[in-house]
T-cell receptor, first 114, second 111 residues
Framework: DGGITQSPKYLFRKEGQNVTLSCEQNLNHDAMYWYRQDPGQGLRLIYYSQIVNDFQKGDIAEGYSVSREKKESFPLTVTSAQKNPTAFYLC?????????????FGDGTRLSIL | QQQVKQSPQSLIVQKGGISIINCAYE??????FPWYQQFPGKGPALLIAIRPDVSEKKEGRFTISFNKSAKQFSLHIMDSQPGDSATYFC??????????FGTGTRLLVSP
């Protein structure tokens, strides 16, 4: 089955700790995205990547970092600089980032602070 | 900053009724108007989308109505079913797929 796999499903972070969220896709999509979803709010874009070894900041990139070394993988690191990291994090992909193409989402990682 | 206003925030509809969710936007450059459906604990999934060169698109029980001059588009769910209970997001965009999500509408269809 083709799709997007996010892991872990739940993650806890201690103060001052960096944590990395995994996102893997086997859809052969060029473009990948990370979103943050807070209760009662829409999704906000953190980072996106149109192609391997290239990525761009979204609307709320501060306190986050990404890498795109492989087409199928787009991990997100939540750094200690992100002061309010508790949220539901969603990874998505699309064929090539052009308009009129649906984004396919994973089932998310819920991050909480210990 | 791009603004997308979605209403209502929550909606309760009886089984078999019509659910209507609205989305108003400001950016006239938007040229793709999708609706996403999200179940609890899951990621959103594309439900239906429309281009601005048509005023309505229907797929099964789901219809998008688009009013370019009013900068609004809406989702109609006919014969609403309990399985339609979910959160719905409009997410208009343009160019590279930088979606601008509405704040969501939580729909509950009562049996």
């Amino acid at each position: 089955d083709g799709g997007i796999t996010q892991s872990p499903k739940y993650l806890f972070r201690k103060e001052g700790q960096n944590v990395t969220l995994s996102c893997e896709q086997n859809l052969n999509h060029d473009a990948m995205y990370w979103y943050r979803q807070d209760p009662g709010q829409g999704l906000r874009l953190i980072y996106y990547s149109q192609i391997v070894n290239d990525f761009q900041k979204g609307d709320i990139a501060e306190g986050y970092s990404v890498s795109r070394e492989k087409k199928e993988s787009f991990p997100l690191t939540v750094t200690s600089a992100q002061k309010n990291p508790t949220a539901f994090y969603l990874c998505a992909s699309s064929i090539d980032g052009a308009n009129n193409q649906p984004q396919h989402f994973g089932d998310g990682t819920r991050l909480s602070i210990l | 900053q791009q603004q997308v206003k979605q209403s209502p925030q929550s909606l309760i509809v009886q089984k078999g009724g019509i659910s209507i969710i609205n989305c108003a936007y400001e950016n006239t450059a938007f040229d793709y108007f999708p609706w996403y459906q999200q179940f609890p604990g899951k990621g959103p999934a594309l439900l239906i989308a429309i281009r601005p060169d048509v005023s309505e698109k229907k797929e099964g029980r789901f219809t998008i109505s688009f009013n370019k001059s009013a900068k609004q588009f809406s989702l109609h769910i006919m014969d609403s079913q309990p399985g339609d209970s979910a959160t719905y997001f409009c997410a208009p965009n343009t160019g590279f797929q930088k979606l601008v999500f509405g704040t969501g509408t939580r729909l509950l269809v009562s049996p």
